[in-house]
């Protein structure tokens, strides 16, 4: 079975902590994508990225970076943590040039105190 | 600027009955349109999708109708059962553009009452 895995589904951290959340994905997918879910917000996009080493800023990307050494690996970096980066944060991949859809992990529900 | 938008934060229907969710779109070189359903705590899972070729899919109790015109798209749950008690995401891409990114509307919470 085919999936997004990200490394944690909760996590507490301390403002001004440096954060790293990880996903890992089974598909050989080139495009990788963070996404953080809020109510009455949606999905915005964070970073995105369509080949190992590439990176695109999405909508959001103030306070974050993301590293891709490895294609299936895309990790998000909280530099230093804020209370408004409490979040549901979700990874997903996509085969590039296709007309499929996201596959979605399962999310981590990142509180910042 | 919201290119997908879903106006309807929430919806309420009986067990059984039809739900209609709505979603409108700003761009015109959107060309594929997907719906996304998610639970509490869990990620997206994909449900039904649509090409701009076509005005209507079916999958089982799902069914995506697409007015190109109207840049408006809907998904028509019936009947509707407990068990689709969950937000729903509408989404739209433009596959010729190398982006690969889909642009979410802000969801519409579904309760179904037994």
């Known amino acids: 079975d085919v999936k997004v895995t990200q490394s944690s589904r909760y996590l507490v951290k301390r403002t001004g902590e440096k954060v790293f959340l990880e996903c890992v994905q089974d598909?050989?997918?080139?495009?990788m994508f963070w996404y953080r879910q809020d109510p009455g917000l949606g999905l915005r996009l964070i970073y995105f990225?369509?080949?190992?080493?590439?990176?695109e800023k999405g909508d959001i990307p103030e306070g974050y970076s993301v590293s891709r050494e490895k294609k299936e690996r895309f990790s998000l970096i909280l530099e230093s943590a804020s209370t408004n980066q409490t979040s549901m944060y979700l990874c997903a991949s996509r085969r590039g040039g296709s007309t499929y859809g996201y596959t979605f992990g399962s999310g981590t529900r990142l509180t910042v105190v | 600027d919201q290119q997908v938008k879903q106006n309807s934060p929430s919806l309420s229907v009986q067990e059984g009955r039809i739900s209609i969710l709505n979603c409108d779109y700003t761009n015109s070189m959107f060309d594929y349109f997907l719906w996304y359903k998610k639970y509490p705590a869990e990620g997206p899972t994909f449900l039904i999708s649509i090409s701009s070729i076509k005005d209507k899919n079916e999958d089982g109790r799902f069914t995506v109708f697409l007015n190109k015109s109207a840049k408006h798209l809907s998904l028509h749950i019936v009947p509707s059962q407990p068990g689709d008690s969950a937000v729903y995401f509408c989404a739209a891409d433009d596959t010729a553009n190398t982006g690969n990114q889909f642009y979410f509307g802000t969801g519409t919470s579904l309760t179904v009452i037994p």
């Open positions: 990225s369509y080949d190992v080493k590439m990176k």
């Open positions: 598909m050989d997918h080139e495009n």
